[in-house]
């Protein structure tokens, strides 16, 4: 029934559980030095949905881990003394550059769950979110066992990989062609990102500067104060809590490298282990204007930018899912609009069959979702394709408002999508709302066409509308709507 989209081996392959007793996922989650911009956000809605599939259309149960990196170059140097990026809710920095590094992350990991939440991402789908810093004692006995494999070396106060001997008796480049021209035998490289063009030796251990917080790592009799590279944690956690191999994988496609070859190629050198993970997969970028959103670039947006506002966080998660996750996304407010509309539509239905079945509130009721939505989600979670045959479903089944056991069956059919989107709710339609300015211009306009002023009238009925406001006129007063 499943079938996903592998990395490893450029193909969509079946799924199978390597135990179907439990489906282990492994997400690369934020580096909290900052809050997610929207580009992060589509990377976790992403494994989001995937879960919910794996759980909802597979039918097993799931481990979902996503980590919490707590301690990289940028953690580091944004909690330093005096850095720009310390907040007053944080309270005041300390001399000890630990617990700086501690009250700083936790900030951000917080704000970070608030998003998660905000976009109907549920904590109580997690298995663990583990933070890298707990996990440091997993990373050296990693780090000594790759030592010992003869696949890392210890050099200037710091701990490498050693891809030459490496590649030697395992394939590098299995996630992402590298050309051998490019790799720089015996050169090393501290920095945790860099390119394929500056394939060499990478960081397993990075020696203690200055006055950069820092664990004493004793290898081979010899004491090395400093701390993970951002690969090893990912190894590490993922080994430590759910055991290898897991089922599957995921970060956005610039983790392919050197992230997650990185990654694996560790797993393999130290643990011994043919496989990391049987299914790797990656979200395709949310761009802006052609580029990459990224916090480097500057061309970003935070959910809560977007939530100040005015959008609503469910248009903006269904905006963000709605496209396939293999294809760029360009973010633009128009698109935004175009998915708030689309997901208002399917949310008038929910709220004309829940009138129609004659319920309050759906919540707890239980359907069977359709099943040429089922086999779209499967086949390779194509979200597009799902909403199509959701649609041409809801077109069958348009004449059921007038008997309430098929508007339930019909909600029973709908919930079971959203319990995979997630975008929907199914609780009674709300009073609404209206602003005051609203009803003064409205007032105004049904003043202006007593008066029979039709210019002014028009003129007032066209601000309304801008303002997201329909004006039906009756006989003795009107009704405001919201457009949707
Ligand atoms: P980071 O916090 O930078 O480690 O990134 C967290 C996740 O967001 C990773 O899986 C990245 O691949 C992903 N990511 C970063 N920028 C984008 C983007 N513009 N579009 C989609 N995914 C992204
Ligand atoms: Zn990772």
Redesign the pocket.
Known sequence: MLSFYNTLTKSVEPFEPLNASCVKIYS?G??VYDV?HM??M??FVFTDVLQRVVREVGGYPVRWVMNI?DIDDKTIRDSSQGSEKWRSEMGEQSSDAKANLRTFTLFFESEFRRDLQVLGISMEHFYQMPRATEYIDDMQTLIRDIVDAGYGYASEGSVYFNVAAYAKDYSYGRLFAIDAENFREGVRIDADEYDRESVSDFVLWKGRKDSEPYWDFELDGENIPGRPGWHIECSAMSKHILGLPIDIHT??V??RFPHHEDELAQCCAGYHVDEQARFWMH?E??EIEGK???KSLGNFYTLRDLEKMGHNPLDIRFALLAGHYRAVLNFTFDSLQAASTARTRVQNIIWDLLDAAGLDDATGLTGAMPPDVALAFGNDLNVPQALARMHEYLGANANVKSDPDAAREVLGALKAINNVLAVWTFTKRPAVNIPDAIRTLADQRWAARSAKDWADADRLRTELTNSGWTMKDGKDGYTLEPLS
């Open positions: 690369c934020p580096t997610a580009g992060n589509r990377a990196t970060g956005g610039d983790l979200n970028f949310l990459k959103m990224s």
